[in-house]
């Protein structure tokens, strides 16, 4: 079981992101709540919740899954929710070199819920923003704005 909650351990998010298409587009793609788990490496309890994933192509997209098979693979090792929320930013980057990325993770921990402290319910929200957004029409503000629209 830990080798398959693990088996993101030396791997690259980025290579995740294997289905890569040439299209002109320069309008924001969006990936809403796609439910994550992964593991706290401090307490080795999981963390889980929904991630939202924004970025403006720069002549290039990706095959939506694989923005998700990224993100799982990120998770698939001992975390922090902040770490991931970057590594997953810069897997898109890297892989596209869009104009600019932004992704948001909302989680609950369980080492704050069923242990520790106690808290349970309370949700840990973590975002990362890259890029340089070159044509100007769009930052990281509005990146994230767009992205939380109906949450
Ligand atoms: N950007 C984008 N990707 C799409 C769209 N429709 C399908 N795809 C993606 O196109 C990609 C095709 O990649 P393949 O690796 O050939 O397909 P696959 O083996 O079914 O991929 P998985 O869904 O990851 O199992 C997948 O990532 C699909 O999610 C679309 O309208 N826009």
Redesign the pocket.
């Known amino acids: 079981m830990y080798g398959e909650l693990f088996s993101g351990v030396g791997l690259d998010p980025k290579d995740a992101i294997?289905?890569v298409?040439d299209?002109e587009s320069a309008d924001p793609?969006i990936l809403r709540n796609v439910s994550f788990y992964s593991v706290c490496e401090h307490h080795l309890l999981p963390f889980f919740g929904s991630a939202s994933l924004a970025y403006v192509p720069n002549g290039r997209?990706?095959?939506?899954?694989?923005?998700?098979?990224s993100l799982d693979l990120a998770c698939r090792r001992p975390q922090v929710q902040e770490r991931l929320t970057g590594q997953v930013a810069d897997a898109i980057l890297t892989a596209l070199t869009p104009q600019g990325v932004a992704v948001e993770l909302e989680a609950e921990h369980l080492c704050m819920a069923m242990r520790g402290i106690q808290k349970q319910g309370a949700r840990v929200v973590t975002t990362a923003v890259r890029g340089e957004f070159p044509d100007g029409r769009w930052d990281g503000n509005s990146l994230l704005a767009l992205l939380r629209r109906d949450s």
């Open positions: 294997d289905a298409f299209e793609v997209i990706a095959g939506i899954s694989k923005l998700a098979r």
